[in-house]
C-alpha cells in the first residue's frame, strides 16, 4: 500500500502512448495519486507512429519524444526505464521486476502494448531479423544499412510498408512479400491497393504478392542471407524486417493468473480479473476486440482515467475505426467497410490523371463505410456520416462527388464544396489520437489569441501523435481567423517550438536588448505560452544564451539533452559510450595502452573504431564514467554533442607520395582550436592534403582540400542520410588565411542558425553567396567573427575533466540513487 495516507500508490507498467496518455488525463483530474512508471525500454515515452520518420533520418529520437524525463519530474512521476516488470501478487497487491524488487500498489495499470508476430519458419532466429516496433528496431536496421544491400520486408501493411520506405532511402534494395495478392487489405480495396503498389514501385520498392515466406537461409556465422518462398524462389536479403503483424503482450499478465484469450480481457471500465487492475491499450482485448490503432486506445484512456480519479463516466463501448494515413507520400484513408457485397449500393470515382480514388459503400441507403486515395480532404465528414450511418442525399452526393451519375463513377471536381471543418458541429473530434474538438481548438484559437498549429499543438495536444489531423488544423485556423489568416506570417511564427511564437533571430533579438541570463528568465520575459518550454526549446534557450554570452554565462544542465548532461553516449541497454580526443585521428602507443587498460578495468561491452578515426569503448555504467575518464587521461571527444565531433585526415605530404599539404598538421590545428565550442548542431571537419580526397571533405560541414597552390574550403556537407555535397567557398594560399576564414565560417554558423540545423540545411537556407559576402568580402565582419570566437573559446574547458575534480557534480549527475 501506500505509504502517504492522503495518496493512492498508482502503478503503470509500461511507458508507452497508451499508458502515459491515460496519466496525463489523470492528472487533469486529480492529484491525489502517486505515480510510479515502469517501462521496459532506456527512454522516456515517445511517438511510435513516427519511428518510420527516425528510420529514413528525417527525425531524431529527441524529436520524437512526447514526454521527456523532465516531464516525469515536473508530475512528481517516479520513472523506472529499463527495467520490466514479470510477476503481479493480485492478492498481496506487489509487482517484481527482473531483479526481485518489489513494489507495492494501491492501483494497477497494465499498458504493455504488444510485440510482433516472428513467423515460426527455419531461421527466424538468425542475426539480421527484425520486427518494426521500437527504437532498438530502428536502430538495428540503421546499423545495418552500412553493410547491406538486399533486405526484405514480410508484410504488405502499414508497418511494411513504413519500414520498406524507410530502408530504400536508407540505399537498400527492398522487397516486400505479402501472403495476400494486394498490399494494406485490412484498409483498401483492389483499386485503391493497385494505386498504392504502382506509387511504390515507383519509388524502387519490388513486391512479391500472393507469396508466402517457409523458411530463412543464413551464413555460416550465422546471419540472414536469403529468404525462401512456398514456389522455391529464393531472394536475396542480409536483412529481413517481420512486419506481418502484432500479437498483445499478455507474458506478464499470463503469468499472474489474469483473465487473458488474444489480450487481456477488460470490462467496460477497463478493468481486469483482478481487483485494482486494470488495462489499457493494444495489450487487452473489449469485447472480443484487440485494437492496434491509437485513436481507440486513447478512447479507453479516457475511460480508464475516469474510472481511476472515481469521476463518473460513459462506459467504453468500443470504437469505430478509421484509419488516415500517409505512406511514402501518398494519404489513405478507410473507414467502416471496405469490402462491397450484394447487399451494398457503391458509389465510386477513380481519377486516373490526378491519381485520386473515392468509394462510398452503402447499405439499405446509409453510408456505412469508405475509401479515400490521394485526396483525404472529406475524411472527417465520412468519419462522422459512417459512424452515425447518416443516409445518403443528393446535397452530400453533390459534396462528395460533385455532382453526375452515381453508378457511372463521376469526375466531378467539387467546386463550391465547404472546406471539410467547415461542415464539422463544435463536438466533432479534429485530433482523433487525442480527442480534441472542433469547439476546443477554436476556443483556443480566440480566447488565447492563437495564430499557428504549434500554438495549438501545446495548448491542447492536437497534431501530436500522427500528425494527420494537421490539415484540417491549418482550415480551423483559416476559418476562425478570417482575414486575419496570414500563412506566411503564422509559419515564420511557429518559431523554435510551439511554447512560443517567437523565432530564433526575435528570441536571440531580446537576450542581447535585455540583457536577458537564463532560461527561466527568457520564458518569463518573452512571454511563453508554456511557463516551464519544453524539450525542444529549453536546449534551444541554453544555446542562445552561450552563445551571446560567451563569457559569463553558466550552463544550465537541465535544459540539456541526456547525453549533452552526462557527456557520454547513451546506449539502448543503459550504459554509456566513452569516445576520447583523437586529434585528427592521430594517438601514441601510450593513449592505446589506456585506452586497453580503461576498458580491462571497467569490463567494456565492446571497443570499436568509429567513423572518425577514433576509438569508442561500449557499454561502461554511467557511475564508472568519471572514473574511466580520469584512467583514460585523455580529453572528450564530444561524440555525444551539438559541438565539434571529427577532424578526420588523410596522411598528407608527411607520408603519401601524392600528398601536397599537410593535411594531419592542419587537422590537428583545427580540432585542439574548437573542440569544446558549442555550436547548432554536431559539426564535423575534415583535411584532404590533395585532390584524392581520401579523407572525404567533401561530405563534411567544413571540409578542406589541399591542392598544389594551396587550400580548397568546402562547406555544408552532409554525409548522412540526407546526403549532400558541399560547396565550394573559396581557395586560399595560405595557412594563416585559412584559419581566419574557418573562424569566422564557424562564429556566423554558431550566431545565425537555428538550434539544432546542421550546416547542410543552413548553407541553403542563408545562402552561400551571403555567407561569401560577409566571411571573405567584408574583412571587418571577418575580423569581428574571428574576435567573438575566440572570446567564446577563451571560456570553454574540459566536461570530462570537470566530472573528475568536482566531488559535487559527481554525485549529482554520475551517483546512484538511492531511494529510503
Not at 224 to 236: C, F, I, Q, W, Y
Not at 712 to 722: L, Q
Not at 765 to 788: H, K, P, S, T, Y
Amino acid at each position: 500500500m501506500s505509504n502517504n495516507k492522503d495518496r493512492t500508490k498508482l502503478i503503470l507498467v509500461g511507458n508507452g502512448m497508451a499508458g502515459i496518455h491515460t496519466l496525463e488525463q489523470l492528472l487533469k483530474l486529480s492529484r491525489s495519486f502517486d505515480i510510479t512508471v515502469y517501462g521496459e525500454e532506456p527512454y522516456p515515452n515517445y511517438n511510435r507512429i513516427q519511428l518510420s520518420y527516425v528510420l529514413e533520418g528525417s527525425k531524431t529520437l529527441e524529436e520524437i519524444v512526447l514526454n521527456d524525463r523532465a516531464w516525469y519530474e515536473e508530475h512528481g512521476i517516479t520513472l523506472h526505464t529499463s527495467k520490466p516488470i514479470v510477476y503481479i501478487d493480485t492478492e498481496a497487491k506487489r509487482v517484481f521486476t527482473a531483479d526481485g524488487e518489489a513494489d507495492d500498489y494501491d492501483m494497477l495499470v497494465l499498458a504493455t502494448g504488444s510485440k510482433p508476430f516472428i513467423l515460426p519458419i527455419p531461421g527466424a532466429e538468425l542475426e539480421g531479423v527484425v520486427g518494426f516496433r521500437d527504437i532498438a528496431d530502428c536502430e538495428a536496421m540503421l546499423a545495418a544499412s552500412k553493410t547491406v544491400r538486399h533486405a526484405a520486408v514480410i508484410g504488405g501493411g502499414l508497418l511494411g510498408l513504413e519500414a520498406a520506405k524507410g530502408l530504400t532511402k536508407l540505399g537498400m534494395d527492398v522487397t516486400v512479400v505479402h501472403l495476400v495478392d494486394r498490399l494494406m487489405e485490412r484498409q483498401l480495396d483492389e483499386p485503391a491497393a493497385g494505386m498504392l503498389k504502382a506509387e511504390l514501385e515507383r519509388q524502387g520498392i519490388a513486391f512479391c504478392l500472393s507469396s508466402q515466406t517457409v523458411a530463412l537461409h543464413g551464413t555460416a556465422d550465422g546471419r540472414v542471407s536469403a529468404l525462401e518462398l512456398a514456389d522455391g524462389t529464393r531472394l536475396p536479403a542480409e536483412l529481413v524486417v517481420m512486419a506481418a503483424g502484432i500479437k498483445p503482450n499478455v507474458g506478464l499478465a499470463k503469468a499472474s493468473d489474469l483473465r487473458v484469450n488474444r489480450g487481456i480481457l477488460v470490462d467496460d471500465y477497463m478493468r481486469t480479473s483482478a481487483p485494482d487492475v486494470y488495462a489499457v491499450g493494444e495489450c487487452c482485448e473489449h469485447r472480443g476486440v484487440c485494437y492496434g490503432l491509437v485513436a481507440p486506445l486513447f478512447e479507453q484512456g479516457q475511460t480508464l482515467a475516469r474510472t481511476l480519479a472515481g469521476v463518473e463516466t460513459q462506459p467504453y463501448e468500443g470504437s469505430t475505426v478509421s484509419t488516415k494515413l500517409k505512406i511514402s507520400g501518398v494519404d489513405v484513408f478507410s473507414t467502416g467497410q471496405f469490402q462491397e457485397g450484394p447487399e451494398h449500393r457503391v458509389l465510386r470515382m477513380h481519377n486516373e490523371w490526378n491519381g485520386t480514388y473515392k468509394k462510398v459503400l452503402l447499405q439499405e441507403g446509409r453510408m456505412v463505410g469508405a475509401i479515400l486515395y490521394g485526396d483525404v480532404n472529406d475524411a472527417p465528414q465520412l468519419t462522422r456520416w459512417v459512424k452515425n450511418g447518416e443516409p445518403m442525399s443528393d446535397a452530400i452526393y453533390r459534396e462528395l462527388f460533385g455532382g453526375g451519375d452515381a453508378a457511372g463513377g463521376c469526375c466531378g471536381n467539387g467546386a463550391g464544396k465547404k472546406s471539410a471543418v467547415e461542415s464539422m458541429t463544435d463536438d466533432e473530434i479534429i485530433c482523433g489520437c487525442n480527442g480534441v474538438t472542433k469547439g476546443a481548438i477554436v476556443d483556443v484559437i480566440r480566447e488565447q489569441g492563437l495564430t499557428t498549429v504549434d500554438e495549438i499543438k501545446a495548448c491542447t495536444g492536437a497534431t501530436r501523435s500522427c500528425g494527420g489531423c494537421k490539415p484540417l488544423v491549418e482550415q480551423l485556423l483559416h476559418a476562425t481567423l478570417g482575414a486575419d489568416y496570414e500563412p506566411a506570417a503564422a509559419a515564420s511564427k511557429s518559431g523554435i517550438c510551439g511554447c512560443t511564437e517567437l523565432g530564433r533571430d526575435e528570441i536571440v533579438a531580446g537576450i542581447r536588448s535585455m540583457g536577458l541570463t537564463h532560461v527561466q528568465e527568457v520564458m518569463q520575459v518573452l512571454g511563453w505560452n508554456q511557463p516551464e518550454g519544453c524539450s525542444k526549446c529549453r536546449p534551444a534557450i541554453n544555446y542562445y544564451l552561450g552563445m551571446v554570452h560567451s563569457i559569463h554565462y553558466e550552463d544550465e544542465r537541465d535544459s540539456r539533452f541526456v547525453n549533452e548532461r552526462l557527456h557520454a553516449n547513451i546506449q539502448k541497454d543503459g550504459t554509456f559510450s566513452v569516445i576520447p580526443r583523437m586529434y585528427g585521428g592521430l594517438t601514441t602507443p601510450e593513449q592505446l595502452r589506456k585506452i586497453a587498460d580503461a576498458a580491462d578495468k571497467f569490463q567494456v561491452q565492446a571497443v570499436k573504431m568509429t567513423g572518425g578515426q577514433r576509438i569508442d569503448l561500449l557499454g561502461v555504467r554511467k557511475e564508472d564514467l568519471p572514473a574511466i575518464w580520469k584512467d583514460l587521461d585523455m580529453p572528450s571527444g564530444y561524440g555525444y554533442a551539438k559541438a565539434l565531433r571529427t577532424v578526420k585526415t588523410c596522411v598528407g605530404s608527411q607520408f603519401c607520395r601524392f600528398g601536397t599539404q599537410d593535411s594531419m598538421a592542419v587537422g590537428i590545428e583545427l580540432e585542439r582550436k574548437y573542440e569544446r565550442l558549442w555550436m547548432p548542431a554536431k559539426f564535423k571537419m575534415a583535411v584532404n592534403g590533395c585532390p584524392r580526397n581520401c579523407a572525404e571533405s567533401g561530405t563534411k560541414d567544413l571540409g578542406i582540400v589541399g591542392n598544389d597552390g594551396g587550400w580548397e574550403i568546402y562547406v555544408g556537407g552532409n554525409g548522412g542520410i540526407k546526403l549532400r555535397a558541399a560547396d565550394l567557398l573559396c581557395k586560399v594560399k595560405t595557412d594563416e588565411e585559412l584559419y581566419e576564414i574557418c573562424g569566422a565560417f564557424i562564429q556566423l554558423y554558431r550566431e545565425q542558425a537555428n538550434y539544432a540545423e546542421r550546416t547542410s540545411d543552413w548553407v541553403e537556407r542563408f545562402g552561400l553567396d551571403a555567407i561569401r559576402q560577409v566571411v571573405l568580402e567584408d574583412a571587418e565582419q571577418r575580423r569581428a567573427l574571428n574576435e567573438r570566437i575566440e572570446l567564446a573559446l577563451s571560456a570553454v574547458k574540459d566536461p570530462w575533466q570537470e566530472a573528475i575534480q568536482d566531488p559535487g557534480l559527481r554525485t549529482m549527475l554520475y551517483e546512484p540513487i538511492v531511494k529510503g
